[in-house]
């Protein structure tokens, strides 16, 4: 996203203004990644939220940090209740966009809980409103308190509202193994066997019950349904295999706090997989092939 521009030969308050900003805008993405699901979204609402902050005398701000994560998430709401009206008329299952994660995110496992794909699906199923306590008290700590006032909502409301959130959550949400060395090897196993063709090792690595989930958005081959069962979902990938792009280098990064089998065509991401385990064998399959969605990569 293209930040701030700069003025008055970068010197004076402006200047100033965008440092304080720019000190803070990997926290506001965060926030605003975990609420809406998509990278773009966020991203556009970290601008807005950079233009709410140029209008003010950032002197007068006793908080910025406050006043920051206060207006991102007052916009991110507004824009997620329009966004899950237009993902009603998605085509095919809808996942979030993949992003890039650092180390320091993979080694936090409440942190990379809170990023994940299956987490951030789960919190797809909350209304705006629950999704936003949610992710400021499970993700960023915030107390009840400071929730009422980012959201302006009581206490006593925010306290009930954090509660129901946390229990559909916890009603819906699969625990899914945490340790990367276990995700790293059963990944390693899984790209080696359906990469070679090798359904018999590819239905090893796999649940008896694993499920795809693939998101092409109608812009790439992808079923436009859940697919359930291990043979079943392992044809699929040894099928989905043979259409590769030109060139297409194969290899794992850091997606969304933890490893993930990436395909790009030069260096564009072509296709992320990434593989939620239960005791150390592949649940569940999120795969991301909608170009729309992969600019982050």
Same mark, same amino acid.
């Given at each position: ?75 991110? !709401? ?61 993700? &960023? ?5 400071? *929730?009422? +006032? *980012? ?29 990367? !060395? ?7 196993? &899984? ?36 697919? +359930?069962?291990? +043979? ?5 990938? *040894?099928? &989905? ?43 569940? *399959? ?5 170009? +729309? ?5």
């Amino acid at each position: 996203m293209a930040g701030p521009g700069w003025r008055c030969g970068g010197f004076g308050p402006y200047a100033a203004g965008v440092e304080v900003f720019e000190e803070r805008r990997g926290l506001l993405q965060a926030v605003a990644y975990r609420v809406l699901g998509t990278v773009s979204d966020a991203e556009d609402v970290v601008q807005e939220a950079w233009l709410r902050w140029s209008g003010v005398d950032a002197d007068a701000v006793e908080d910025p940090t406050a006043y920051l994560v206060k207006v991102t998430t007052r916009l991110a !709401v507004d824009r997620l209740r329009s966004a899950q009206v237009r993902r009603e008329s998605y085509v095919g299952p809808w996942l979030p966009e993949p992003v890039l994660t650092g180390g320091d995110v993979a080694d936090d496992v409440a942190l990379a809980d809170t990023v994940s794909s299956a987490m951030l699906l789960v919190l797809e199923t909350l209304s705006p409103l629950e999704r936003a306590v949610f992710v400021l008290r499970e993700a &960023f700590g915030y107390s009840h308190k400071e *929730i009422g +006032e *980012i959201l302006d909502r009581s206490e006593a409301s925010v306290r009930q509202t954090a509660m129901r959130a946390r229990e559909h959550v916890e009603s819906r949400r699969r625990r899914y193994d945490t340790d990367q !060395v276990t995700r790293r090897r059963a990944a390693e196993s &899984f790209l080696e066997a359906a990469a070679g063709g090798d359904l018999a090792g590819l239905m090893a690595v796999l649940a008896p019950d694993v499920t795809l989930v693939c998101d092409g958005g109608g812009l790439a081959p992808a079923p436009r349904r859940v697919l +359930e069962g291990v +043979e079943l979902v392992a044809n699929a990938l *040894i099928s &989905f295999t043979r259409r590769m792009p030109e060139e297409p280098s194969v290899g794992f990064e850091e997606v969304n706090g933890g490893p993930a089998v990436v395909v790009r065509s030069g260096v564009a991401a072509a296709v992320v997989i990434m593989l939620h385990l239960v005791d150390g064998v592949v649940e569940e *399959i999120h795969l991301v092939s909608n170009p +729309e969605k992969l600019g982050a990569m």
